[in-house]
């Protein structure tokens, strides 16, 4: 039977070659990279080579890579890790972030700062202009994402970076869905602190990294043996680190053949979706990732989608929780302004590198099936 994984924003599988790469640092290379024994050399070997790779692909040094345990973790140690000590007491964020972001400024805002959450437009873009307006003698960190998790929408970053490089301000990026998949340059790029996650680039999970700019203050948020420079101590996650260096090397490697096959793939999904009479794309037509597509069915009958597709063994995201163990729609959709119904007859299906062609037509097929079965034309439009 068919299987089509098209949720690759939610999670990847680990690549073989990331797996072969790990595999050693289980068994017979299982030191702790702080023993002084030829263990922990090998330990330390490896992970100082997996600094090197990482940094490699952003166009960092290698000492502006600390390790962390993911996504969520770089987004807090970027975030709180900024404002702790610091005198100033205003953030300009966005109101589409990633929850790593958005509880972050929440639980400092119960602390006494001041956050201000940016609306983005109905494509879900940030007006850098609403960014620059919001600027106060009080503003420290600004933290816009480099492209939405859930619509796919690509932020204009150099330019907001380039504001906060101008104010003195520290910019902050969660670059999850985008490393391995857009490039990142940080010799480049005007940005002081950038979040990756390993798993979404066919990593292990439970890995990641936050590129902190030398100079770039920052308080750590685990205290104890002095690892990452004293910014994240406990001893390192050697096989996930190797795995993740050698995962984002992959994705920048095979960055260029594998955008433009998922862009191919990813317009013919949208083109075969929108065919469905009472659909609608989400997100910003040309500025959004290679392997988002993501649609409302603002006619369908409340069916869920999902399910119907899981039945079919199509593996895909509603991005917005509607069921039973909801938390409320989803507050990306908020904001570029559907309604909380809207919001449940919404679908996400993000692509990967395990996807072909014959997969696209697979799904395109069953969502015309299953909408046109539980689709009501509006009579009198
Ligand atoms: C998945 C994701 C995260 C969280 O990363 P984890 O490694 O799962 O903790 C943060 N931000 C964005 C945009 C994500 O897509």
Redesign the pocket.
């Given at each position: 039977m068919k299987r089509v994984y098209m949720d690759h924003?939610s999670t990847t599988p680990v690549d073989p070659f990331v797996l072969e790469a790990m595999l050693p640092y289980f068994s017979e290379k299982f030191g702790n990279a702080s023993s002084m024994h030829s263990f922990g050399v090998d330990a330390r070997r490896a992970l100082d080579e997996s600094r090197i790779r990482a940094s490699a692909a952003i166009n960092s040094n290698p000492d502006e890579i600390v390790f962390t345990s993911?996504?969520?973790e770089s987004?807090n140690l970027a975030i709180k890790g900024t404002a702790y000590g610091n005198k100033k007491r205003h953030i300009i964020t966005d109101r589409i972030e990633?929850k790593?972001v958005l509880n972050p400024c929440r639980f400092l805002e119960e602390k006494g700062f001041k956050v201000t959450y940016l609306p983005v437009d109905r494509y879900g873009l940030v007006d850098i202009t609403e960014v620059e307006k919001s600027i106060t003698k009080d503003t420290f960190l600004i933290s816009v994402?480099h492209a939405n998790?859930e619509i796919g929408t690509i932020q204009p970053i150099e330019e907001i970076g380039e504001i906060a490089a101008d104010k003195g301000i520290i910019f902050h990026t969660?670059a999850?869905?985008t490393a391995g998949k857009l490039p990142l340059n940080m010799k480049k790029m005007n940005v002081d602190l950038l979040s990756i996650?390993s798993?979404?680039l066919y990593g292990p999970k439970g890995v990641?990294a936050l590129y902190v700019r030398e100079g770039a203050r920052l308080e750590p948020l685990i205290h104890g043996g002095g690892h990452e420079k004293n910014l994240r101590s406990g001893t390192e996650n050697i096989p996930g680190i190797v795995g993740f260096s050698h995962a984002l090397e992959l994705s920048v490697k095979k960055m260029s053949e594998d955008s433009e096959r998922l862009t191919r793939l990813r317009d013919r999904l949208i083109k075969g979706v929108l065919e469905v009479d009472c659909c609608r794309l989400n997100g910003h037509p040309k500025k959004r990732l290679q392997n988002n597509a993501h649609f409302t069915f603002p006619n369908m009958k409340q069916i869920d989608l999902v399910s119907e597709l899981s039945r079919k063994n199509i593996y895909a995201s509603a991005a917005s929780a509607c069921s039973a163990h909801s938390t409320g729609a989803s507050h990306v959709l908020s904001a570029i302004g559907l309604t909380a119904e809207e919001a449940c007859k919404s679908l996400r299906l993000t692509l990967g590198r395990i996807n072909n062609e014959e997969d696209i037509e697979y799904v395109i097929e069953k969502i015309q099936y299953l909408t046109k079965n539980g689709c009501q034309i509006t009579e009198n439009i």
């Open positions: 924003a993911g996504g969520t987004d990633h790593a994402m998790n969660d999850v869905q996650s798993h979404k990641g």
